[in-house]
C-alpha cells in the first residue's frame, strides 16, 4: 500500500482532504443515525489523521493492514488502541457504535467476494442499532483510461512530485505512483503500485444488505466518489 510513503502520506493529503471538516460531518452524521454514539471504529485508518479529529468525541480505535502507517497514527494518539488487520477478515472480539471506513480504501478489497467479506466483517463489529459510514472507490463507469493524475508538495524542506497515468485490468484499477521527493538530505526516487477494485453502485448495495444492513446510497459524499451509509439492525 503506502509502505514507502508513509512518511509523506500527510503532507501529500493535506492539500487534498479537510480532516477537521470531513470529521465534524462524519460525527454530524453517526449522531443523526445513532443518537448519543460514543465507541467509533476507523478502519483503514492510516496515520490516523480523521480519528485525530473524532478522539475528543468518541472512544476510538483504529485498523490499518500497512504497519508504516500505523506507527504514524500510534505516535499521533499515543492513547488510542491501534490494530493491524485486514479489513475483509479482522475480528476484534468487540461492537462499536459506529464504524467507518473513509477516503475509497473499500477499494483495495479488490474483489466482489473480497468486498462482501468486508461487508460482514463491518456488520460483525457494529452494535445492534449501530452505524456505518462507507467512502467508495470509483465506479467503473466513472473510471478513465490513461488518466495521468499529479499531486505536488513545496514546503521549505520538503518537495515531492507524485504522478501516475492510470490504466484498467478488467474490473480492477491499475495506479503506479511515482515519487520524487526531496529533503535536505537529498532527493528520494520511487514507485508504489496500488490495484483497486471497481465496484458498481449494486455490488455496493447488494454486499451490505447481505450482511444484514440498511443502507442508504449518497452519490456524492465527501469529494464526489459517494458514500455509503448502513444500519445494523
Request: glycine share 8%; aromatic share 8%; hydrophobic share 40%.
Amino acid at each position: 500500500m503506502f509502505s514507502r510513503s508513509a512518511h509523506i502520506y500527510d503532507a501529500i493529503y493535506a492539500s487534498i482532504r479537510a480532516y477537521p471538516r470531513e470529521a465534524a460531518d462524519l460525527d454530524a452524521l453517526v449522531q443523526s443515525k445513532r443518537p448519543g454514539a460514543r465507541t467509533l471504529l476507523d478502519v483503514a485508518c492510516g496515520t490516523g489523521a480523521h480519528l485525530e479529529h473524532l478522539a475528543g468525541r468518541y472512544e476510538v480505535e483504529g485498523l490499518d493492514l500497512d504497519a508504516e502507517m500505523l506507527a504514524i497514527a500510534r505516535d499521533r494518539l499515543p492513547d488510542v488502541e491501534f490494530h493491524e488487520g485486514d479489513m475483509a477478515d479482522f475480528d476484534l472480539g468487540k461492537r462499536f457504535d459506529a464504524v467507518v471506513c473513509m477516503f475509497s480504501s473499500i477499494g483495495y478489497v479488490k474483489t466482489e467476494a473480497r468486498l462482501r467479506s468486508a461487508a460482514q466483517a463491518f456488520a460483525r463489529h457494529l452494535e445492534p442499532g449501530g452505524v456505518l459510514v462507507v467512502e467508495p472507490w470509483l465506479e467503473p463507469d466513472a473510471w478513465r483510461d490513461r488518466h495521468v493524475g499529479a499531486v505536488f508538495v513545496d514546503q521549505p524542506e520538503l518537495k515531492i512530485a507524485r504522478m501516475n497515468v492510470a490504466e484498467r485490468r478488467d474490473d480492477v484499477s491499475l495506479v503506479d505512483f511515482h515519487y520524487l521527493v526531496g529533503t535536505p538530505e537529498g532527493i528520494d526516487e520511487f514507485t508504489e503500485p496500488h490495484e483497486l477494485g471497481l465496484f458498481t453502485v449494486e455490488q455496493h448495495l447488494e454486499a451490505f444488505r447481505a450482511a444484514g444492513l440498511e443502507v442508504e446510497h449518497d452519490p456524492e459524499g465527501p469529494m464526489g466518489r459517494g458514500l455509503y451509509v448502513a444500519t445494523h439492525q
